[in-house]
């Protein structure tokens, strides 16, 4: 039986549902210890490190691998989880050329590359007084958020789409779907219903894909949250998929 296992955790999945799953199949680690290294929010997808045995005592080496990503960033809304799978708090059409909102992204990406300080989001499993963050927010309780010193090896741009509303609400609503338990799916998918059906107007929003290089501990969606706020739009993380946990990546997959 293998000490280490690569999982290619789905889209909607928490990580402990994809650990489970794997148990499951394969009944022959259905004694032993297991954990997986490394989180991975329910709508990212891809690499999860999972260990077994006693491997699992040697996770705090896993979790400082450095990590790859490839991620979109969805322009034009703020969320109160920084992607999808949160209550939409702001919306805005970007009345701006492909080539602007590039532009304005390329002079501003310096500050997400190297070291620097990021909070964690408020929608995080990080403890405060030994309660997590996301039970503050639930309970809408006043607390004072962390940050850390993160690193960035590159981000980098890759390419730029444009999406109507009608095709963003059936995306969004396919994917958000896909989780189980409660995450307030029916609540948030009502707000972008909302959102995105109260004008009649066909808005286009941009979806921008990039390649990340990092640190262990980076917030994705802290990156497209912030990112926004430099360039002065709204902005969320559409999709995260990691590709690569230090020498990890599934194998025979271009994911």
Known sequence: MKKVIVLNKKEGETPLES?????????????????????????????????????????????????????????????????????????NELKITNYELIKKIKDNIKYFTGKFKQKYPLYSSKTVKGKPLFKYARLEEKVEIPEKEVFVDSLKLNKIKKINKSKLLQNIEKRVRKVKGDFRQEEILKIWRKMLLSSKKEEKYYIVNFKIKCGSGTYIRGIANSLGGKIGFPAIAFSIKRTRVGKFKIKGKNI
């Open 19 to 91: 650990l489970e799953k794997f148990r499951r199949k394969n009944k022959e680690y259905k004694d032993l210890p297991m954990t997986y290294a490394g989180r991975l929010d329910p709508m990212a997808s891809g690499v999860l490190i999972v260990l077994s045995g006693d491997e699992v005592n040697k996770k705090e080496k896993y979790l400082n691998f450095k990590k790859e990503y490839k991620f979109e960033i969805l322009f034009g809304f703020n969320t109160d989880t920084y992607d999808i799978l949160g209550k939409v708090v702001k919306d």
